[in-house]
């Protein structure tokens, strides 16, 4: 907490370390009431940064110095200087020893960075700056160092004391303590630091490297949640053999452990050899887990591994090169994913995710660039540009290289820069060394941040036989960038011809065609391809499976975009032909609304999904992915100014005409999944995924009937689910519905049966904060005094405040600014108790230049209030600062 105002960071200040530390050996001893660490540090002036003896400047913050040593002589007061930030003395040699004893109290941090306590279990978070508030350090990714650690604590209350590496020694003390020792053999920075101590339970297994070394898999968790343990081991066991299959990248210690706990501000962490998980991605069971939430758990388990080697044994010099390893690690869980499940539904779910959130984060005040030039508070820059948009960079590089250039570069990647801390930069040399090209432009995703437009017109000449498409780019300014350049865009193409048959590919002044479907690289701000030998008008298929991430434009008529969604054979296009489909038919209906004419809908539509749903030859997880309109945060984003109101009623209307319309081919598919979910016991398969997400859509449609047989259905499908996928679904949509008493019955049964998972009542909250019918402000109010919430656990912040606040518009926008004061009073009491949490909770408040006039102001007067509320931390200030410039 600070009340001076932080200070910026810049990328172009960075310099190298002036000390390098060899060995770190760390001894904690755990009190309840307080923890007092021992570091040893074996030291010696970085050689890169020339002779001569600097003053060494230790980071730390939040501890106590009780003693500090400088090789074998105790220090005093007038030894050292120390602030609220750092320890600073001077060395008297090239090599030295610092001893230093600190007091931490992480039974009373609630910030959940450093070590802190997570119920009854320690444990820590260090990545970007927590491990300075552990013990003085140079709290810096380009210090690598080798860390042994031994953990004392009390043996009845805390059984199992882990660390990085692999265990070396332990015993006992008679006064009812114990200790262990644990080593890692591999040198690395202070963040991937971990220490974890509790009375914990662990489920174990075995995996053989693809050298045949033996691997101990373990997942520790509380008594409680052993069996909902095997999901994740499954998909432990997949990620560690496909990044073998798919990269060449195998395990390096001879244990690999994950810890579930409740409280932790993200998803999970990638200690080396000892990774830390919300417990929300890592338990998992057909009763209290959803499809998503099995898939998920799926997904993060791959991606905190992947970071062993795209992160933890090749790391970042600093933290403006953060997607050096988390743009890379969610490419590489995203190619996981892909192919564990559906890669087409794979794609359709990321980049419906990146076009909805990262755009509008692309678009708003804190908008940056996939390596950022400058920050205030690092923990504000894990980012969906920093991740998802850092992802689509390197899919980009992917798609320009094709699948073995690509794999060629990323070998040499790891192999040249095994153990060592680097840039983005290095990375993309990597990839142009290994294949001979130049990728100067490329980068240029690197250093501009906002969403860039293409534009494509089309001309065919009848008599030449041509096609000429011109494209015309354009990035819309961002915060400290008026103007940018052109970027190299992928973009991925075919033509159909009247059949939907793909035409062969000539460009002109090229000898023969290749093939019916390539990519071109777009790099000017205008440029024209011609296309010759083509026999007839065709319809081109543009940016296939997403291939940059642009808005793209192209003059479609909805009967084109019919055409498409029936014909393209990239079945990533389809969708997205429906989408646009459904974009233009929604945007109709919003301004009929806002104009106060009847809203009509395009039977279009109407037509379109009929024909998808009556297709028993689709992939039901297609059916259900076209079936889904684009969602309110979407049309929102799309909008130039979002009349929230509208957009609501705009896509309730649509969704009950498609109901009305399509209540009979709904119901029949409805009513055969549901029959087959009865007979089947639950499956964490792609296939069954499929079917209960189609089931569960029409569902979703169906009860806007209001008929009684739906109802019934909902009923039937809530009681005697087996698995939490249908049982919430069924729940939703009581919840969303007129039927009161239904819906509290479910709602009442639901909480007793769950009220001790508290991830399952978190999914409890998250229904009713979603619910858009009136008064939801009110039901998050009194919800927050339901005795499962509490303020200080972040997944119940999101659960309940995040899901209000960012998925249910209609409600958080209401029109006299009431919900935004709610925010805003969340803020303030999250921004002393946790400030990242607090500083993440603003966003929807941020994106006020959405929004009319009247919105704006509500929303703009809410943060400056924030800005005034008292000492805030630099993450609150800092976003509070840049929305309000
Ligand atoms: N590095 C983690 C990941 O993406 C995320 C994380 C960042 C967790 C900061 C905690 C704190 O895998
Ligand atoms: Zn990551």
Not at 732 to 760: M, Q, T
Request: glycine fraction near 6%; aromatic fraction near 10%.
């Amino acid at each position: 907490m600070r009340t001076e105002q932080p200070r910026t960071i810049y990328l172009k200040d960075y310099q190298a370390p002036d000390y390098l530390i060899d060995e770190t050996h760390l001894t904690f001893e755990l009190h309840e009431d307080r923890t007092l660490v021992h570091a040893q540090l074996v030291m010696r002036r970085n050689p890169a940064r020339g002779s001569g003896l600097p003053p060494l400047v230790l980071d730390g913050q939040q501890l106590e110095l009780l003693s500090i040593r400088l090789n074998d002589r105790e220090l005093g007061a007038h030894d050292y200087l120390l602030d609220d930030r750092h320890l600073t003395l001077q060395p008297d040699s090239a090599e030295f020893v610092i001893d230093s004893s600190v007091c931490i109290h992480p039974e009373s941090n609630t910030a959940l960075e450093g070590l802190y306590k997570s119920g009854k279990m320690f444990c820590t978070q260090c990545e970007a700056e927590g491990f300075r508030k552990i013990t003085y350090y140079l709290d810096r990714p380009d210090v690598m160092s080798k860390f042994t650690t031994t953990v004392s604590a009390d043996r009845q209350r805390y059984p199992v004391l882990l660390s990085n590496g692999n265990p070396i020694t332990s015993g006992s003390e008679d006064n009812g303590r114990h200790w262990a020792t644990w080593e890692d053999p591999f040198r690395k920075p202070a963040y991937l630091f971990a220490l974890v101590a509790g009375d914990l339970w662990c489920v174990e297994d075995q995996f053989t490297t693809m050298s045949q070394r033996e691997v101990a898999l373990r997942i520790y968790v509380e008594p409680e949640n052993l069996d909902k343990c095997q999901h994740a081991m499954d998909s432990l066991k997949r990620a560690m053999r496909w990044d073998e299959e798919a990269y060449g990248r195998e395990y390096d210690l001879d244990i690999f452990m994950i810890v579930a706990v409740n409280d932790f501000n993200m998803g999970a962490m990638e200690n080396k050899g000892l990774n830390i998980f919300n417990s929300s991605a890592v338990l998992a069971k057909a009763e209290t887990a959803t499809d998503a939430a099995h898939q998920r758990v799926e997904a993060i388990v791959a991606h905190e591994y992947f970071h062993n080697w795209s992160g933890n044994r090749v790391t970042c010099r600093d933290w403006f090169q953060l997607s050096l390893k988390e743009g890379f690690t969610v490419f590489r869980d995203a190619g996981f994913s892909a192919d564990m499940n559906s890669p087409t539904v794979k794609r359709i779910e990321d980049v419906a995710y990146l076009r909805t959130h990262q755009f509008a984060e692309d678009a708003g005040p804190m908008a940056h660039s996939v390596r950022p030039d400058a920050y205030m508070e690092i923990s504000n820059f894990y980012t969906l540009t920093v991740y998802e948009k850092g992802a689509e960079v390197v899919r980009m590089i992917q798609t320009l290289l094709g699948a073995e250039g690509f794999r060629k570069g990323s070998d040499l990647y790891f192999q040249r820069h095994d153990g060592q801390a680097v840039t983005c930069d290095d990375f993309v040399k990597a990839m142009e060394d290994a294949n001979g090209v130049d990728l100067a432009q490329f980068k240029r995703w690197y250093s501009q941040a906002g969403t860039p437009r293409l534009e494509v017109g089309s001309a065919y000449d009848a008599e030449a036989k041509t096609l000429t498409l011109t494209f015309r780019q354009l990035c819309p300014p961002s915060p400290g960038q008026a103007h940018k350049e052109p970027f190299v865009i992928p973009v991925d193409l075919a033509l159909l011809d009247g059949q939907g048959r793909e035409l062969p590919l000539r460009l002109a002044g090229e000898a023969a065609a290749s093939g019916t479907s390539r990519v071109l690289a777009v790099n000017e701000a205008e440029q024209s391809f011609t296309f010759v030998d083509i026999p007839e008008q065709p319809l081109p298929s543009l940016l296939r499976g997403f291939s940059a991430p642009v808005k793209l434009s192209f003059p479609y008529s909805r009967d084109q975009l019919m055409f498409l969604m029936q014909h393209d054979s990239d079945g990533f296009n389809r969708w997205e032909a429906g989408q646009q489909l459904a974009v233009q038919v929604l945007q109709e209906l919003i301004g009929q609304r806002q104009r106060g004419e009847p809203m009509v809908l395009d039977r279009r539509l109407v037509a379109a999904l009929k024909s998808v749903l009556e297709n028993d030859g689709l992939d039901q997880a297609m059916v259900a992915e076209m079936l889904s309109l684009p969602g309110e945060a979407y049309l929102i984003e799309i909008s130039e100014v979002a009349d929230v109101d509208a957009i609501h009623a705009a896509r309730e209307f649509a969704r009950r005409e498609l109901a009305e319309a399509l209540f009979e081919p709904l119901w029949q598919r409805y009513q055969a999944n549901r029959q087959a979910s009865r007979q089947s016991a639950y499956v964490a398969t792609a296939e069954h995924f499929a079917r209960r997400s189609l089931q569960n859509i029409a569902l979703s449609y169906l009860m806007l009937s209001e008929k009684p047989e739906v109802l019934e259905a909902a009923q039937e499908q809530y009681r005697e689910a087996d698995n939490m996928t249908e049982r919430l679904a069924a729940l939703a949509v009581l919840v969303n519905s007129p039927f009161e008493e239904a819906k509290a019955e479910g709602l009442a049964l639901f909480a007793d049966r769950f009220k001790d998972d508290p991830l399952v009542m978190d999914q409890w909250f998250s229904v009713q904060a979603g619910c858009p019918l009136p008064g939801g402000l009110e039901r998050v109010r009194a919800l927050m005094q339901h005795p499962a919430f509490t303020i200080k656990n972040p997944n119940k912040v999101r659960a309940l405040i995040g899901a209000f606040a960012n998925q249910n518009h209609a409600n958080f926008h209401r029109d006299d600014g009431e919900s935004y004061r709610f925010l805003a009073d969340q803020v303030i009491m999250l921004n002393a108790l946790n400030p990242q949490i607090a500083a993440r909770q603003l966003a929807p408040l941020t994106r006020w230049r959405k929004y009319d006039l009247s919105r704006q102001a509500l929303m703009k007067a809410e943060l400056e209030r924030i800005l005034v509320s008292g000492s805030l931390s630099s993450d609150v200030y800092e976003v509070v600062s840049k929305s309000l410039a």
